[in-house]
């Protein structure tokens, strides 16, 4: 009866320390796995991010060329609201294209057209196409918008490289409200997984209908792709 007994407890033993190894092998191989998951996570948020900014371009495009490049948008509930199309109203953004997804308040940091604000970004354009910065998509309306940063680009240091354009303080004003605007941003300074004009960090990543080619067909990140000039994942 004794080893009966002592029987049935080594082989409730045996099976509990069995059952605890796969726990433990199971447990290893979530964490192998996570980085990976968290990895592709991060990368479907900034690809959706660049959709979202895209529109959003597009749509300060359609409406700067309705007011004939006189009138930029004060808020995002400018483009909500959509243009005048007879007696109603013809819809340029979605909701949801308001939203930024990389961040908690999902608001988009408006950026005005100033060297300061844009001409790092557009010297990075610069670099990424080739050295030739491209045209904007309607020079009568939008050139007034650009002239500004397109001399400072060409009377720029020669020391500057492409080192020293996509390095750029944190330290930025985030306005998300009642400002003309040009183009929006990301308030996530995170270094990201996607690399955009070759740009690896959230909030350096503008998006703007300026020096985007004569027409829809030029402007890169589209079939697509997951950012302009096919901005491939870095990773």
Known sequence: MTTRITDRRSERGMTLFAVMAIMAIFAIGLLAVAPTVQHEVQREKELEAISRGEQVAEAIR?????YG???LPNSMDDLLEGLPHGTKKRQILRASSAIDPLTEDGKW????????TLG????????????VLPPNPNPTFFDRY????????????EGDDEEDVTVADDDFEVTTDNTPFIGVASQSKMKSVIAYYGIENHSKWIFTPLFRGNSNSNIPGRGGQPGPGGGPPKK
Do not use: S, W
Not at 146 to 157: E, F, R, S
């Open 146 to 157: 650009a002239i500004v940063m397109v001399n400072n680009l060409n009377t720029g240091d």
């Open 120 to 131: 790092k970004f557009a010297k990075r354009v610069q670099i990424y196409n080739g050295g």
């Open 62 to 66: 359609q409406y700067v060329e309705f």
């Open 109 to 116: 940091r408006l950026i005005k057209p100033d060297p300061q």
């Open 69 to 71: 490049g006189a009138k």
